[in-house]
T-cell receptor, first 116, second 111 residues
Framework: AQKITQTQPGMFVQEKEAVTLDCTYD???????LFWYKQPSSGEMIFLIY??????QNATEGRYSLNFQKARKSANLVISASQLGDSAMYFC?????????????FGTGTKLQVIP | DTAVSQTPKYLVTQMGNDKSIKCEQN?????MYWYKQDSKKFLKIMFS???????INETVPNRFSPKSPDKAHLNLHINSLELGDSAVYFC??????????FGPGTRLLVL
């Protein structure tokens, strides 16, 4: 089974609108972490936001917020007031224990295009 | 100022050659990683070192050998390069069990 599932290969959003990028995960660990990274066309991987499994509040970082629904095993990224510079690939990732160490698994990504 | 740096940024080479990619981090992190991103953008971990000790070794051909001379460096040596090795290789670092920060990537093209 996929550890991280991103069902939207591509998304369009109008500039200044909000957009939600979906992510569901699969783990039997009680303690785990969820991340979102942005990869613009220039190629670098930029850390956006983190949510720990025991965090009761949804994580927020500026225009980014993580809609964490533990029972549904979902960790959707919400980008408010989209900007042209938000056009990029977005990766959801999960850190969980593996053989006594923490391992991070990435989803297949969602390509977001912001339309002027 | 660069937190995680990789050299070279681009690498074009012939099949059968041996090449190395270097990674350095100045963040004081304990753990470093190598990832491979294929042409479909799928990112997969290859290796992880914690305090110079190998802790994660995914199913990677023996032609790939990581080396960590100290906590701040993690190099990747690839022997007998094959066409399928063409990809972007990312180095990353993190404090133990915390958020990973990525280098700019090395774009490897094997001809």
């Amino acid at each position: 089974a996929q550890k991280i599932t991103q069902t939207q290969p591509g998304m369009f959003v109008q500039e200044k609108e909000a957009v939600t990028l979906d992510c569901t995960y699969d783990t039997s660990d009680q303690s785990y972490g969820l991340f979102w990274y942005k990869q613009p066309s220039s190629g670098e991987m930029i850390f956006l936001i983190y949510q720990g499994s025991y965090d009761e509040q949804n994580a927020t970082e500026g225009r980014y917020s993580l809609n964490f629904q533990k029972a549904r095993k979902s960790a959707n990224l919400v980008i408010s007031a989209s900007q042209l510079g938000d056009s990029a690939m977005y990766f959801c990732a999960m850190r969980e224990a593996s053989g006594g160490y923490q391992k991070v698994t990435f989803g297949t990504g969602t390509k977001l295009q912001v339309i002027p | 100022d660069t937190a995680v740096s990789q050299t070279p940024k681009y690498l074009v080479t012939q099949m059968g050659n041996d090449k190395s990619i270097k990674c350095e981090q100045n963040l004081g992190h304990d753990t470093m990683y190598w990832y491979k991103q294929d042409s479909k953008k799928f990112l997969k971990i290859m290796f992880s070192y914690n305090n110079k000790e190998l802790i994660i070794n995914e199913t990677v051909p023996n032609r790939f050998s990581p080396k960590s001379p100290d906590k701040a460096h993690l190099n990747l040596h690839i022997n007998s390069l094959e066409l399928g090795d063409s990809a972007v290789y990312f180095c990353a670092s993190s404090p133990y069990q915390e958020t990973q920060y990525f280098g700019p990537g090395t774009r490897l093209l094997v001809l």
